[in-house]
């Protein structure tokens, strides 16, 4: 499994691609670009992967984009390494350790396992503080701890939502320790949520913009402040396009799949747990019914991301919940199947063998299809071309004056934050191209405008309605004609086209009356 894995993730690297992720990761190499700029991280609030990248990439010799794409690959076998080991130590016995072996090395949190981005890093490096955790508390020896310490700290300062997620299960274990019935195991003085507090207020409480991203969410939560939520958004889709149930089933098994078969077996099978405790007098220990707590307390968190406008979206909180998920199904299924009873003397204890066999296979083929983004989920590819790396940069040397640039499926700004840093300043104010391009309401583009503006439009734009929403084209806020009007219109020229790239200068004619 982790040869397929691997297979996986270096796909785009496989594919050639020059880079992978076109929105976010682009910015961070943008940070990096800072670093060697000003030989300082500045204001950069999660500086350590990009000075990851930088100190690679002068030991290696590699491009800055390359390494972006084979990071996470790294990062990902961190995480699969980490998970086995943290596996044994939530599994109370080798059968069950082998049951849970399957689920957790599979690639179940999508995009994490790909995109160049700090928190991804950080969501990946979990089971590894989690794992050097437990060993604490069984092993308390200073080496052991010296390396928690040291690999906890490296966590909290990758992401500082990743920081006050790990100091949320620190802080659930120490809770579950104080439960009736719950069998406490190798506790050690050793404060994890403690170091996690102090760290995210040391060294966090430095940065004005954290500390505005917080203040929003506390008065979104308790205050007057009120935006639209993710879910405002589908459910508006859904009532303007009136979508046929085989696409509404298409979209959720594609985009919530593997939390959906995660949460509802993993909480499934805590529950039966908890429910044989209570009747039989069997006890949980803390491992276990900490595990469980990460999937209700991160998975009920994540519908608050989904219902609220909480600026982060809600797979984040939700990554959390799928570790947790993925851990408990393995060594619950193995303690449901004792309780039941031997195979020869129990039906439903002889069907938790298929069960399992099948819910591997139906993880395998969700996390796969769910690895990288696709129209199956309403999405398209993250791939940046080549072709589109060398349309920014033509931009970037011969763009005349402050002009808007509109823009439909590719930001202009992200590629040069990636050549030039985030620090420089933009000859753009980026603005997304109207629908249709005005052309309802306006014989020419230039008509709409009193100065002239330029227009950058990707391959991938111009056929993204069409290979996304192909049963859906009176939605399409673009259609091929659209397009072929623009490439004819007598305001619109165009100055660049390299076949994957084209970029236009709209003459704005509003004021001539035109």
């Not at 599979?106 to 160049?116: A, E, V």
């Not at 405002?232 to 509404?248: G, H, M």
């Not at 129990?346 to 296979?361: G, H, M, Q």
């Not at 299809?369 to 309403?378: E, Y």
């Amino acid at each position: 499994m982790l040869a397929i894995d691997a297979l996986l993730l270096l796909m785009p690297l496989i594919r050639g691609y020059v880079m992978y992720g076109d929105a976010d990761p682009l910015t961070h190499l943008g940070y990096v670009q800072d670093i060697v700029n000003t030989g300082t991280t500045g204001a950069n609030i999660y500086p350590l992967a990009h000075l990851l990248v930088l100190a690679t990439a002068d030991a290696t010799g590699l491009e800055a984009m390359t390494l972006a794409m084979l990071t996470p690959v790294i990062f990902s076998a961190v995480y699969f390494g980490g998970m086995v080991y943290l596996l044994f130590q939530v599994a109370d016995s080798r059968r069950g350790f082998l049951l849970g072996l399957p689920f957790v090395l599979l690639p179940i949190l999508g995009y994490s396992h790909s995109l160049f981005r700090p928190f991804d890093f950080s969501i990946l490096l979990i089971p590894v503080v989690l794992y050097l955790f437990f060993k604490s508390q069984r092993h308390p020896t200073p080496a052991i701890r010296a390396v928690l310490v040291l690999t906890l700290l490296s966590i909290l300062l990758y992401h500082p939502l990743t920081a006050v997620f790990v100091t949320a299960i620190f802080m659930l274990y120490y809770i579950v320790q104080y439960l009736p019935r719950i069998q406490t195991i190798y506790q050690s003085p050793t404060s994890a949520f403690g170091l996690s507090l102090a760290v995210i207020m040391s060294w966090y409480s430095n940065f004005p913009g954290v500390i505005l991203r917080f203040d929003t969410i506390y008065r979104v939560l308790f205050g007057s402040d009120s935006s639209d939520a993710p879910v405002q958004a589908y459910a508006q889709t859904a009532q303007e396009a009136t979508p046929s149930l085989i696409d509404i089933v298409q979209f959720v098994t594609f985009r919530f799949g593997t939390e959906m078969v995660l949460f509802g077996l993993g909480g499934g099978l805590f529950g039966v747990a908890l429910l044989f405790g209570l009747k039989k007098g069997d006890v949980l220990d803390t491992r276990t019914t900490m595990m469980g707590a990460v999937v209700g307390v991160f998975g009920t968190s994540g519908l608050l991301f989904l219902l609220l406008d909480l600026i982060v979206t809600q797979e984040r909180p939700w990554q959390v919940a799928k570790i947790g998920a993925v851990l408990l199904l393995g060594p619950l299924f193995h303690i449901i199947r004792i309780r039941l009873g031997q195979p020869s003397r129990s039906l439903l204890a002889r069907s938790t063998k298929p069960a399992i066999t099948l819910t591997v296979l139906v993880l395998i083929v969700l996390s796969t299809l769910t690895l990288f983004p696709s129209p199956l989920s309403g999405m398209t590819n993250d791939q940046v071309t080549a072709m589109e790396v060398e349309g920014s940069e033509w931009l970037t040397e011969h763009e005349t004056g402050n002009r808007e640039l509109y823009h439909f499926d590719i930001e202009y700004r992200r590629f040069h934050h990636a050549e030039h840093g985030v620090s420089e300043e933009l000859s753009f104010w980026e603005v997304f191209l109207p629908p249709h391009f005005n052309y309802t309401t306006s014989q020419y583009f230039g008509q709409n405008y009193g100065s002239d503006k330029y227009v950058m439009i990707n391959r991938k734009g111009r056929i993204f309605y069409q290979e996304t929403y192909p049963d859906y084209p009176q939605r399409w806020k673009y259609t091929s004609q659209d397009f072929q009007r623009f490439n004819r219109d007598r305001t619109v020229d165009r100055s660049y086209d390299n076949g994957d790239i084209r970029i236009y200068l709209a003459n704005g004619t509003k004021m001539e009356g035109t």
